[in-house]
């Protein structure tokens, strides 16, 4: 079915609605085509968006796409003050990598200086044009986590304020009875870390990297923290008085400082898995630093449009479904190409939550809550539309019932199944498996768990909020396709992703993302319309949140 054609059949439902009282939403659903789907990709994924970077003529581009077709459909303007567009400041920081220096010091002398990228990254985490410390005092506070509902407080007592604080990657996995065995919760990831830090007043924070901790090499850390980086922007709001640095230092530069101390690391991190664990001070080592920084300012956009609730009783709580519409824009030219198309990433995510949106306002006078469409900017830097909305939330979060995040789909066939990230964490779990087996097919768990996922896309920027959230992905089940399929699934995807050859290609089979479309509609219109709303498993990370965010609209 062509694109005109499925707008012909969509008029012709309307028209029938006119007779019959009403679009059924399997009439709707059935509007979703692969080419619906394929036409909004081939658009926003083409040179001329330009890979659809923060603050750039291809963000501009892709706002206005985004804005004409909810206009378009009739979806309406999901912002406060009737617009669509929600904006954030954005400021990039570049540490100037000849001048950073970390020095080792021993007995308050100066001693091994370490080198930038090699051995250490590092830089000024409160927006600071210059940091210049001397003969800062080190504590180790091993994964450097206080989780109650676990019976863990790695600080017990001690004084952290003014001191630099070294962390343990990734959290406890010895025990299968806490922190979900081996599964990596958010206290294991190096940005809890950084919080942590700032929460409990430290000058500094330097988490020690090891591959094993970390799940990737010491390059992706180097690659990733030296270039420009992007945060929102601060202004000043008077919030949590920030460490005037943070970093990683390698699983080399960390021996020899614990050396330093008189101490072993391997030792230090076996420690660090007892729950009676207690910070350990590094004595006769301080820690001089030298960082300079410049910076720019910016700014990005959400694009957020809304059907309203048709229930009295309802429509003041919300459904949101999220996606990311920036990708890495124009980049240093590989064989003659420099653009970062970002068909699969993240354009199909895009495509799914435009069509979803067309679908539900086909039946928009039977949604019993407001559902709001957010795609939202600047993902790829960290999630920072996403978080900029959770802390500027257009809706009260105790009010949402749940967030649906599409992220990169199913581009390479139809499966008989479909992962969830988030998998039994909420009561989102459930409502799948019980239209996935009407479908005929199965729901399955995260099959890597110890990567942390979860926090790895826009999704955990509601969670934090006590939104119930669920990141559905693709499924390894193929259907009719060769038996080495995942493995040509697998190798494809390493070679495009975040690369200038993630465009649409002959191993495309949009029948995959058709039918995860499907089900990801049928779910969501039973969550929209469901007597109660989702709710977080007990003791999950995020009920706790929840709950007060709950309390707080009652």
Known sequence: MTRLASILLATLFIAFAGCSGSITPEMAESGITGESLLSHIEEISSDEFEGRAPASRGEDLTVNYLVDHLQRMGIEPGMPDGTYIQEFPLLGQRVDGESASITINTNRQQGEELEYTA????????????????????????????????????????????????????????????????????????????????????????????????????????????????????????????PEFNGWFTQESSER?????????????????????????????????????????????????KIEGSDPELSDQHVIFSTHYDHLGITTPVNGDSINNGAWDNASGVAAVLETADALNMVRDSLRRTVHFMFVGAEEMGLLGSRYWSQNPTVQPGKVSANFNLDSMQI???????????????????????????????????????????????????????????????????????????????????????????????????????????LIFRTAYDVINRDTMMEWEAGDEFEAIREEMIESVE
């Not at 080190?138 to 017990?156: C, T």
């Not at 101390?261 to 001089?288: C, H, I, Q, Y």
């Open 257 to 305: 400082l614990f050396s330093a101390a008189g101490m072993a690391l391997d030792e230090m991190l076996n420690a660090a898995n007892s729950p009676d664990f207690t910070p350990v001070s590094l004595e006769g080592v301080t820690l001089g630093v030298d960082l300079s920084a410049t910076y720019s300012d910016m700014s990005s956009r959400n694009v957020i449009g």
């Open 412 to 518: 390479f066939g139809e499966t008989s199944d479909m992962v969830l990230v988030g998998y039994g964490r909420n009561t989102l779990t459930d409502i799948f498996h019980e239209h996935a087996q009407a479908a005929g097919r199965t729901i399955e768990p995260d099959p890597q768990p110890q990567q942390g996922f979860f926090y790895r896309s826009d999704h955990f920027s509601f969670a934090r909020v006590g939104i119930p959230a669920i990141y559905p992905n693709p499924g390894r089940a193929f259907i009719d396709k060769p038996d080495n399929y995942n493995a040509i699934v697998d190798s494809v995807t390493a070679a495009n992703y975040h690369s200038v050859s993630d465009e649409i290609n002959d191993y495309w089979d949009m029948n995959g993302m058709t039918a995860d479309t499907h």
């Open 119 to 242: 051995d250490f990254m590092a830089w000024p985490s409160n927006e600071a044009e210059q940091v210049q410390i001397q003969n800062a005092d080190l504590l180790y506070v091993g994964y450097g986590i206080q989780a109650p509902e676990f019976g863990w407080n790695d600080y017990k007592d001690a004084d952290v304020e003014g001191k630099v604080l070294v962390f343990k990657n990734s959290d406890p996995s010895h025990d299968p009875e806490i922190f979900e065995g081996d599964s990596r919760l958010y206290y294991g990831r190096w940005s809890y870390k950084f919080e942590k830090a700032a929460e409990m007043g430290a000058l500094g924070a330097i988490i020690i990297h090891t591959t094993p901790t970390a799940g990737y090499p010491w390059d992706v850390v180097s690659n990733s923290w030296g270039r420009e980086r992007f945060a929102l922007k601060s202004g000043g709001d008077g919030g949590t008085q920030q």
